[in-house]
Each structure stands twice: as structure tokens, then as C-alpha cells.
């Protein structure tokens, strides 16, 4: 009598296929579901080394230097001879745009400022000055229904990093 094949799987054979579909469709979700949290840290962590690196730059340079805040980004300026601001073009200090749904609140010296009213011409809301001084500042990037990080600079001193507590 011959024996009779089934053709088919076993069932441990389903199960490890199982098993490792749920590990990709996890990996999936992570990569993609916590993008919000991720591009919002990015974004905090780039004004922070800007503003580090500018204040490097004034003190380096004997430049003064100054960043003006926008509801939909920043851009980092220096001071002319004749004492105006001009917007600085190259290509590290370029105005930087925030993404989409993106939003910024600054206060200088513990107090809010309000940026919905841009004054002709520009002026900075923090100096980066050439003797290593700095306007003291925060500045909170989020989005809404989000996460939200602060970027803190005393007036000397390291820019602290942070996550900041919901409103």
C-alpha cells in the first residue's frame, strides 16, 4: 500500500510566517507612525545648532548677529556698518521655512512675543552678539494636537533642548 502525500503546510510553517509578517508590520508602523514626533525634534535640534553656530560666528567674526522669528520660520541677519540689519543669503544662514502645520512661539527676556506683526524694516527679536552675549530667548516648535519642543537660550550658556508640556 502506498502512502498518501498531503501537499500543503504545516502548521509551524504558518505560524513562523505569522510571526515574521508581524515583526515587518510592526518595523512599518513604527517608521512611519511616529514621523510627526521625529520632524519636530529635527526642527528644534536644527534652530538649536544654528543659533550655536551663529553665536560662534559673532564671537569668531566680531560680528553682530541677530535671528528674526516669523509664525512660519526664522532667518538669521547681521548688523551693517551704517547700523541696519541685512538678512544674511549664504547658504548654512538661509531663511529656513517651517513645514506645514508647523507652529512657532518665541518670548524674549520670560516674555511672549507676538509674531503675527512684522515691523518695516525687519528687526530681530534675539542678538547674537560678537562678545559671546545672547538675548535671552525660548523659542516652542510643535504642531497642533502634537509634540512640541522648546529650544532655551539664557543670555550665556549652552541652548537647552526640551520637550515642552502641553498647553
Known amino acids: ?8 503546510f504545516t502548521l509551524i510553517e504558518l505560524l513562523v510566517v505569522l510571526v515574521l509578517i508581524g515583526i515587518i508590520v510592526s518595523f512599518a508602523a513604527l517608521s512611519v507612525g511616529g514621523s510627526g514626533e521625529r520632524e519636530v ?15 560662534d560666528e ?12 516669523a509664525p512660519d520660520g526664522y532667518q538669521f541677519m547681521v548688523r551693517r556698518d551704517d547700523h541696519t540689519w541685512a538678512v544674511l543669503a549664504d ?9 506645514a502645520g508647523f507652529s512657532l512661539e518665541l518670548a524674549v527676556d520670560g516674555l511672549p512675543v507676538d509674531l503675527g506683526k ?9 542678538f547674537l552678539l560678537s562678545d ?16 512640541r519642543y522648546r529650544v532655551t537660550g539664557p543670555m550665556l550658556g549652552d541652548l537647552q533642548l526640551s520637550v515642552a508640556e502641553a498647553p
Open 58 to 69: 559673532a564671537v569668531l567674526k566680531s560680528l553682530e548677529m541677530a535671528v528674526l522669528f
Open 118 to 126: 512684522p515691523k518695516e524694516p525687519p528687526e530681530p527679536q534675539v
Open 91 to 99: 547658504e548654512v544662514f538661509r531663511r529656513r521655512a517651517l513645514p
Open 132 to 147: 559671546g552675549e545672547r538675548t535671552a530667548f525660548e523659542v516652542e516648535l510643535g504642531v497642533m494636537e502634537g509634540p
Open 1 to 8: 500500500m502506498r502512502a498518501v502525500r498531503h501537499a500543503g
Open 41 to 55: 525634534e529635527q526642527e528644534a535640534r536644527r534652530l538649536a545648532a544654528l543659533v550655536k553656530l551663529a553665536s
